[in-house]
């Protein structure tokens, strides 16, 4: 009686006002991750049974999601954090969420650091501070607390697509495994991360079809699959028949056929990673080729190395992975001023290539390496690609590296001093008016100059109502387009008699040489002038980065990293540190963070390191992780800042957690995005 006077509910909630839900009966499910943290007091965990209601506008809510922990875990830990992924309905923006329990006992106490609601299908994540208790014998006595979006501080990570994946293993004796299966995935827009595919159970048993969800980057069309096994478990054999991937967004289907073993020791190949490439409609994505690889080592003293050599491709259909440079035509290989040849049949056609990555592993009595450059010969294209290198890959030599990415020179061959051709494509919007019969002119403002004034003389009956009409012109090379002016003039200068538009809907300008793409959205009139001085201006709202305009971005920069590890008790570790940096441009690669005569990544110390890679551009997201070695390895790190020493730009990645497999969540890896 006494709680119902003072407006409680059973649990020592406040009540809420009886109000209409709406409740999607039918919509898109989409995946959501949480991450909990449980604060570090005593008796700060619970044993209660944890939830999630998520609202949207117009009060458009989820299910009560529930957070069950795994097979193994009966409570939320004191000093521990916790990820779940729950499937619900999509709210749109999210503008509440609210986190509870059913405990009612003294047991059920819980003190809640902070929660985090990531939404991968709209590349967005949410991270609210909470601090304190969820009980009814403390604080305030609620069970359930209620966190507005505008208290949280948020964070773009990578967008993702979800795919059904149906794997279907084989029809052959053996032919299920125990084994752990990775996939990465290749599109027309970049790759995944590898993932591991879930086991849950039976699943990859003899002739099989498993299905279940997979949340890939937003790539597509995609291209090519690799496929790698790594021969764990009492059964490390595999034999894989075929994929099937679905966009559940746009129903495209992609088909992936193998028909044969991943396997050390079965099957003709004897290999435990395969290529498959993507067919739609019985249409192959790519085609296959074989690729000579040519490495001349530099004519200079002590320029050969006794070390192992590998090797990864990049192009427009992604990577090669990794090949080690095993079977030359010599056998001493990598000797001075000495070609080695290495092939690589069956491999998928990558198309036009970027760059190279090549390294070695340091061993042998005389490791240190001057290579001079390397040929990458496509058979399938008849076309060789050149990657110069002409430096030290030593750790006593020039800046101590031992991995080098050298830019494809072929590129080069464009010349963009002299003039470069446009081609203007106007779309006439579909309106009863829209169309003209008179002339049309436009100038493009790019970053680095401006067109003089182009004519789109009105010829074979142009810009009719609904059409598209292509002009092509010759200027000296603007740089990106960001503007463009548009005008609509008489022909013969004639005076204009009556008021008269011409409706355009769209302009794109596409850059020929390179075959960059400037959209315009326009749907505007454009009034008819007898001179040159009435026009509309127009901003570009897209733009679309050939591939061969990326690969002249390629140039090697200096990035400056400084990594700050945290003032916490234990926070330094001995362990090796590592670090993958992610650009619109690509990714550096695994990187040692290493420093002669310096103890690093002590408590509240600061370290620096400079590393040239080739140039990421815009930098998404950055992975720090360590191998867990020495016999102080749990790391906390407060945050890593990367700046690009060419033009000066410095992202801050704030991490603010451990890298521990005896604390928090047990990763000793963690993927951070910027803060701006």
């Not at 001349?296 to 070390?307: E, F, I, L, P, R």
């Not at 056998?331 to 056609?349: A, H, Q, T, Y």
């Not at 830019?407 to 106007?426: G, V």
Request: glycine letters at 8%.
């Amino acid at each position: 009686m006494l709680q119902a006077k003072l407006g409680l509910d059973r649990n020592a909630n406040k009540k809420k006002k009886k109000k209409k839900v709406a409740v999607a009966e039918e919509g898109p499910i989409i995946p959501y991750h949480f991450t909990l943290s449980t604060g570090m007091e005593r008796e700060a965990g619970t044993f209660a049974r944890v939830y999630v209601i998520i609202t949207g506008p117009n009060d458009m809510e989820t299910d009560r999601l529930w957070l069950d922990l795994p097979e193994g875990k009966n409570c939320f830990t004191a000093g521990t954090m916790e990820h779940f992924v729950s499937y619900g309905t999509d709210v749109g923006e999210i503008k509440r969420v609210e986190l509870g329990h059913n405990g009612v006992t003294p047991e059920s106490c819980w003190l809640v650091d902070d929660l985090s609601v990531a939404v991968p299908t709209k590349g967005i994540k949410y991270i609210f501070p909470c601090k304190c208790w969820l009980a009814k014998d403390r604080g305030d006595g609620l069970t359930a607390r209620l966190f507005n979006v505008l208290d949280s501080s948020t964070i773009n990570i990578n967008r993702k697509v979800i795919y059904s994946a149906t794997v279907v293993t084989g029809d052959n004796q053996y032919a299920g495994t125990d084994t752990n299966i990775f996939l990465t995935v290749y599109g027309a827009n970049g790759s995944t991360e590898e993932m591991m595919l879930p086991k849950n159970g039976d699943r990859f048993e003899r002739d099989q079809e498993d299905t279940f969800s997979l949340e890939v980057d937003d790539i597509a069309p995609l291209k090519k699959i690799r496929v790698r096994i790594d021969c764990s478990g009492s059964r490390p054999d595999w034999f894989l028949d075929r994929i099937l991937m679905r966009n559940l967004n746009t129903e495209d289907m992609y088909l992936f056929t193998y028909e044969n073993w991943l396997s050390k020791t079965k099957g003709p190949k004897r290999i435990k990673v395969c290529e498959l490439g993507a067919v739609v409609d019985e249409e192959e994505m790519v085609e296959k080729t074989t690729y000579i690889i040519q490495v001349q080592t530099s004519d200079v003293g002590g320029a050969g190395t006794d070390a192992n050599v590998y090797l990864m491709v990049f192009g427009e259909y992604g990577d090669t992975g990794t090949l080690p440079l095993k079977e030359s035509t010599n056998r001493n290989k990598f000797e001075r001023k000495i070609k080695d040849v290495f092939r690589f049949p069956e491999m998928l056609s990558l198309g036009e290539l970027s760059k190279i990555r090549v390294w070695h592993d340091n061993k042998g009595p005389c490791p240190g390496w001057h290579l001079e450059y390397i040929d990458v010969k496509d058979e399938a294209m008849d076309q060789t690609f050149r990657f110069p290198c002409d430096r030290w890959l030593a750790k006593n030599e020039d800046d101590g590296q031992i991995m080098r990415e050298l830019a494809c020179a072929n590129n080069d061959a464009i010349d963009l001093s002299d003039k470069t051709k446009y081609e203007i494509a106007t779309t006439t919007a579909t309106t009863d008016d829209a169309s003209t019969t008179e002339n049309a002119w436009i100038v493009l403002e790019g970053r680095k100059a401006r067109s003089k004034e182009f004519v789109l003389e009105n010829k074979k009956k142009k810009f009719l109502r609904g059409a598209t009409d292509a002009f092509e012109f010759s200027s000296k090379h603007l740089g990106e387009i960001a503007g463009i002016c548009i005008g609509h003039i008489t022909k013969d200068g004639k005076k204009v008699k009556s008021e008269a538009f011409w409706r355009v809907l769209e302009v794109v300008v596409t850059e020929k040489e390179l075959g960059n793409k400037y959209f315009f959205h326009c749907d505007a009139q454009i009034p008819l002038a007898a001179k040159k001085d009435k026009f509309l201006t127009f901003e570009c709202f897209k733009t679309i980065e050939s591939f061969a305009s990326k690969v002249r971005n390629l140039v090697p920069v200096k990035y400056e990293f400084i990594v700050i590890t945290g003032d916490e008790k234990g926070a330094g570790t001995d362990s090796n540190v590592f670090i993958s940096i992610y650009g619109v441009n690509g990714d550096s690669g695994k990187r040692h963070l290493q420093k002669k005569f310096r103890n690093l990544f002590e408590r509240g110390q600061t370290d620096r390191f400079v590393l040239e890679m080739l140039d990421l551009g815009e930098l998404l997201r950055v992975k720090v992780e360590h191998d867990n070695s020495g016999t102080n390895s749990g790391w906390y790190l407060e945050c890593v800042e990367v700046t690009n020493t060419a033009n000066s730009v410095t992202t801050i990645f704030q991490c603010g957690k451990w890298l521990d497999s005896r604390k928090a969540d047990g990763q000793i890896q963690r993927v951070l995005y910027p803060k701006y």
